[in-house]
């Protein structure tokens, strides 16, 4: 069995190397505008330095049997990022990102040790789970109030209290998946109870639809009155996949999506904003001088990087212009590093999802196995909507690329469901590691 110690000692190795990725990277980005060291390596190096070191002590004396890869897993991905949004501050005039996204991940990690701090037993949590929604719908929907409320680039997405602007919806995805982790765990032999069969498909009896229904109208007011469609889905399909991962009924899923993409379709029919969306995806090069000019610009970053991509600081990614710091970020990362560095950043994504679900398999309650895969799938589900939307494999949807893209809002949020995950594979190393043969682990698989 491998020990806490080892578990630490290896997770500081990868550490490190996320470390050298961060001050490395910031160094090379430099290159192409002056040959000599940059002035700011030493501060950066430092700064990173003690927040990794900061992160690294707080599991060692509070989780000291957690999982030794999500931490540095999403350090690495922020490292990266913070490398490419340094390299975008000159051509896209935004000086100042790469210090305000440090200063972020400064606040970020301070929630990270203090989510570590206060959760003792992320079992206790499941008491607030009525709190937790309340706390979730407000932030949900917290910019639609005339005062407070911005819309940028066409969402409304954003609030501002004095000099903050943020994102309250990132915040309210963690408090979300709380409250459905605790109420699905409180009625899931309820909810999974069925009444009759369609086929070999067995139906629960139809009130047990209630809380989809209301999920469903929630996302619809989203996209509805945020002009959102990337929050919209991505709330719904969080619920909709807990859901059946906590009953095992397919039925819930196949009636999550088609209530889905009836909403969508009546929101083409009623909504400009949502029918630009789609028309742009149809056939973005028809309107390359006009909306669809960013997503035409990312599909040219990717042709332009290649295999192996033009190299930190030599690419054009600024043509994307306006969001190519936050929504446009993987795109950026696609031309300079190509499709060798996008495929090892996505084999990361995988190896993190891979962590997160590994783990839910192996809790010994049905609360904190499902909230770490509700965790997991939120951060999987939304790095799946921004690679499809700055591909054009799907309609672009605006949400952020965890832990890469410039944003204090997700970055906090990220870093909150890591350290509820470590919490999670801190108390299921203590407990021995293996889940009893319950009856959600057998829902796992499939429905019966």
């Known amino acids: 069995m491998i020990t806490g110690t080892a ?7 990868l550490l490190l190397i996320s470390l050298v990725i961060a001050i490395g990277g910031y160094w090379l ?16 190096g430092v700064i990173y330095g003690a927040i ?5 002590f707080a599991i060692r004396k509070l989780a000291p049997r957690a999982d030794s890869l ?6 690495m991905l922020n490292a990266i990022g913070f490398v490419l949004i340094y390299r975008l501050e000159i051509p896209t005039e935004n000086v100042g990102l790469a210090a305000a996204q440090t200063q972020w991940l400064m606040v970020a990690i301070a929630a ?18 009525y709190t937790f929604a309340f706390a979730g719908v407000v932030l949900l929907l917290l910019p639609m109030l005339p005062l407070i409320g911005r819309e940028v680039n066409g969402a409304r997405l954003w609030i501002r209290l004095g000099p903050l602007t943020f994102q309250p919806s990132e915040l309210g995805k963690v408090a979300l998946v709380l409250f459905f982790a605790g109420y699905l765990s409180e009625r899931r032999e309820l909810l999974a109870v069925t009444t009759r069969k369609i086929g070999p498909i067995g139906v629960p009896a139809l009130r047990h639809f209630g809380p989809v229904a209301a999920a469903w109208a929630v996302s619809l007011l989203v996209m509805i009155n945020q002009k959102d469609l990337g929050s919209s889905l991505l709330f719904f399909a969080i619920f909709v996949a807990m859901l059946w991962m906590a009953t095992g009924r397919p039925i819930y899923l196949i009636s999550g999506v088609a209530m889905f993409l009836a909403g969508a379709f009546i929101a083409t029919r009623l909504f400009s904003h949502v029918q630009a969306r789609l028309t742009v995806w149809r056939d973005p090069f028809q309107y390359i001088n006009e909306s669809g000019y960013q997503v035409v610009q990312s599909l040219f970053a990717f042709a332009t990087g290649g295999a192996w991509g033009t190299g930190l600081g030599l690419g054009r990614p600024d043509l994307i212009r306006f969001s190519v710091h936050t929504d446009f970020i993987f795109s950026s990362l696609g031309e300079e590093l190509g499709l060798v560095g996008g495929a090892a950043v996505l084999t990361a994504y995988a190896l993190l999802a891979a962590r997160g679900f590994g783990l839910a398999t192996r809790c010994r309650d049905d609360f904190s196995r499902l909230l770490a895969a509700g ?3 939120a951060i999987s589900f939304q790095t799946v909507l921004i690679v499809g939307g700055v591909t054009n494999l799907i309609p672009l949807t605006g949400v952020t690329m965890p832990f890469m893209s410039y944003g204090g809002s997700s ?3 990220n870093f909150i469901a890591i350290a509820l995950l470590l919490r999670i594979s801190d108390e299921v190393a203590r407990a021995g590691g293996e889940a009893p043969p319950t009856e959600l682990n057998m829902a796992a698989g499939g429905g019966r």
Do not use: C, M
Not at 7 to 12: C, I, K, L, V, W
Not at 35 to 42: E, Y
Not at 112 to 129: C, G
């Open 411 to 413: 970055l906090l949020s």
């Open 52 to 56: 990794y070191a900061a992160a690294h």
């Open 7 to 13: 578990r630490r000692n290896t997770e500081a190795s």
């Open 375 to 377: 965790l997991t799938f």
């Open 29 to 44: 980005a430099s290159l192409p505008r002056s040959a000599s060291v940059p002035t700011g390596i030493i501060l950066y």
């Open 70 to 75: 999500l931490l540095p897993i999403g350090l």
């Open 112 to 129: 990270f040790i203090a989510t570590l701090w206060w959760v003792k037993d992320v079992r206790s949590l499941a008491q607030y789970r």
